[in-house]
């Protein structure tokens, strides 16, 4: 079965400092891969996904994300932190029909001023 | 176009009491799921619809949950009778094209059930 590890349950950085989530993942061949946001009080919003091609992946509100098959990892990153950037995320991958998202534990971003 | 809604966004119940959440996709989705997240650990698929039957409810922890899709529009999910370990946020979210669920799902902000 399809697993998603974070291996950051929480991680604080100073607005302006870069920023670098982990995201590993156990799936049988090439995965389609997507991270979400969740801001207090919203719903989980798409920041990117990957489905083939370019292993580097451009998403919303400047984060970038690369895609390292032979580290299984998909870490989400941004060069510079804005204080609405303090929120959850969560890596996913669909499960084995493809249909539902398997998602990992969630890291919890604070941005420090 | 609006997108997915959910209610309540807040509820407390007692243990032994039933609660009914309810959930709007986006108009014109087929697909529709239920996800939820206990005590902050993942975030769990618990089942899908298409249109109004069930494609997979695998999830569903037991048969204290019952889903509905009654003419394949809105959504509820109703917990009789809650447990204490039934707390957590229970996500929804649609997609337009069961063969392209995994490029667009969309959720909603979640209904976060307490349980005393």
């Known amino acids: 079965a399809q697993s998603v590890t974070q291996p950051d349950i929480h991680i604080t950085v100073s607005e302006g400092a870069s920023l670098e989530l982990r995201c590993n993942y156990s799936?049988?061949?090439?995965?389609?891969l997507f991270w979400y946001v969740q801001s207090p009080g919203q719903g989980l919003q798409l920041l990117l996904k990957?489905?083939?091609?370019?292993?580097l992946v451009q998403g919303i509100k400047g984060f970038e994300a690369e895609f390292k098959r032979s580290q299984s990892s998909f870490n989400l990153r941004k060069p510079s932190v804005h204080w609405s950037d303090a929120a959850e995320y969560f890596c996913?991958?669909?499960?084995?029909?493809?249909?539902?998202?398997?998602f990992g534990p969630g890291t919890r971003l604070s941005v420090l001023p | 176009e609006a997108g997915v809604t959910q209610f309540p966004s807040h509820s407390v119940i007692e243990k032994g009491q039933t609660v009914t959440l309810r959930c709007d996709p986006i108009?014109?989705?087929?697909?529709l799921y239920w996800y939820r997240r206990v005590m902050g650990k993942e975030i769990k698929f618990l089942l899908h619809?298409?249109?109004?039957?069930?494609?997979?409810e695998s999830g569903m922890p037991n048969n204290r949950f019952l889903a509905e899709r009654t003419g394949g529009t809105y959504s509820t999910l109703k917990v009789q009778p809650a447990e204490l370990e039934d707390s957590g946020v229970y996500f929804c979210?649609?997609?337009?094209?069961?063969?392209?669920?995994?490029?667009?799902?969309?959720f909603g902000p979640g209904t976060r059930l307490t349980v005393l």
């Open positions: 979210a649609s997609s337009l094209d069961r063969d392209r669920a995994r490029e667009s799902q969309y």
């Open positions: 799936y049988g061949a090439t995965p389609y």
């Open positions: 990957y489905f083939s091609g370019d292993t």
């Open positions: 996913a991958v669909p499960d084995n029909y493809g249909q539902n998202f398997v």
């Open positions: 108009s014109g989705h087929d697909n």
């Open positions: 619809f298409v249109k109004e039957s069930k494609q997979d």
